[in-house]
């Protein structure tokens, strides 16, 4: 591998050279997720494809940490883990067999079990990063530890490379659950959302929860119930439902973290908000809900400023996160960020990538 990361160093230093923005680029599953824009080569610009830097560096599941190299397919990755009965807790998302360790991490996406286990970024516990100037930045370890100033490690989770191209990251790792178990429920979503804040207060084991359906109509709710058997006994009771097959339950949960549910329409915008638990019922059209209610999705058109506003209201932020051919807002896909984190992330920037080379406008259209 020393021949692949001197290949990608060299590559960095021409584009730096020729003063030419440089696109990193893994199996492309996210390229849609974003401010992208297609690029030709006739647009003056390098890609830097990270696939051929694969492979696990280290794996100790006695200690529950891998060390994983970007271009790594993140099916390889997760077929590893499994075969010592351990998993990604965070569930990310792969929208194509081609995703990589290193886009996942940029992208910064969790899945169903984000509620219950935590996001993406708190998995991160070390990384490598290849600046514009042709150098390898190492950041973090193998070990969860306090840190003083920047976990600059945990900062690469969901930053689409703008601040260079990550080559490795370390990752804690969990052991798989005993058993799970998913229930089905009726209910309207502001009384999805009342349960929901009740199962909180509870010690349920509750790994995942979700909720479709229209603004004032019955729905069907989902929860999915990991652990012990026992623990997952008491908790149907308190529940109730329906309880899914294993296939049907597999079936469900992986539509909604690859979002080929029907409710992902191909064709149509897709806006995430991100918002409180607690934040009341959303009131137009249908809607789907995840991370009990952390996190809503909202298919079809949409007035970007008004949804953004009720975001911000509600405590929360809108993401467009799919275009489906439609033109995005003017200043991009993103919630606009407040003054303190764009100045933060203006100065990272500046002082990881201080000639602007990577991913150009990906994050932050001005960047």
Not at 211 to 217: F, I, L, Q, R, S
Request: hydrophobic share 45%.
């Amino acid at each position: 591998m020393d021949f692949v990361l001197s290949e990608l160093c060299d590559q960095v230093m021409t584009a730096r050279a020729g003063h030419k923005p440089l696109f990193v680029m893994g199996g492309g599953s996210k390229a849609f997720y974003g401010n992208y824009r297609p690029v030709t080569p006739q647009d003056g610009h390098c890609l830097l494809d990270m696939t051929p830097y694969r492979g696990i560096v280290s794996y100790h599941p006695s200690e529950l940490v891998v060390t994983v190299r970007a271009g790594t397919p993140l099916a390889e990755l997760e077929a590893a883990l499994a075969e010592h009965g351990q998993m990604l807790a965070f569930e990310p998302p792969h929208f194509s067999p081609a995703a990589t360790v290193g886009g996942c991490v940029a992208a910064g996406l969790s899945g169903p079990r984000r509620m219950s286990a935590g996001a993406l970024r708190d998995f991160v516990l070390g990384a490598q990063l290849l600046d514009s100037d042709g150098r390898v930045l190492s950041f973090g370890g193998e070990v969860m530890k306090n840190v003083a100033g920047y976990d600059v490690s945990r900062l690469l989770a969901g930053s689409h490379g703008i601040f260079g191209a990550i080559l490795e990251v370390s990752l804690k790792v969990v052991p798989r659950p005993m058993e799970e178990l998913t229930l089905m429920l009726p209910a309207t979503q502001a009384q999805a959302l009342a349960s929901f804040a009740l199962w909180r207060g509870k010690p349920l084991p509750i790994s995942a929860t979700s909720w479709v359906g229209g603004a004032d109509e019955e729905g069907q709710m989902h929860v999915r119930l990991s652990g012990a058997p026992p623990a997952i006994a008491g908790a149907r009771q308190v529940i109730g439902g329906d309880p899914l097959s294993p296939e049907a339950a597999q079936a469900w949960w992986s539509g909604l973290r690859e979002q080929t549910h029907p409710f992902f329409a191909p064709g149509q915008p897709l806006w995430r908000l991100a918002l409180p638990p607690t934040a009341a019922a959303l009131g137009s059209g249908r809607a789907l809900l995840e991370w009990g209610g952390g996190q809503r999705w909202l298919s079809g058109p949409q007035d970007a400023a008004e949804l953004r506003e009720l975001a911000q209201r509600l405590g929360g932020h809108a993401t467009l996160f799919r275009t489906a051919g439609t033109r995005p807002p003017a200043d991009g896909v993103f919630h606009p960020l407040s003054p303190g984190v764009a100045l933060i992330t203006r100065r990272l920037k500046q002082e990881l990538d201080p000639a602007g080379l990577f991913n150009p406008g990906r994050l932050v259209l001005e960047l």
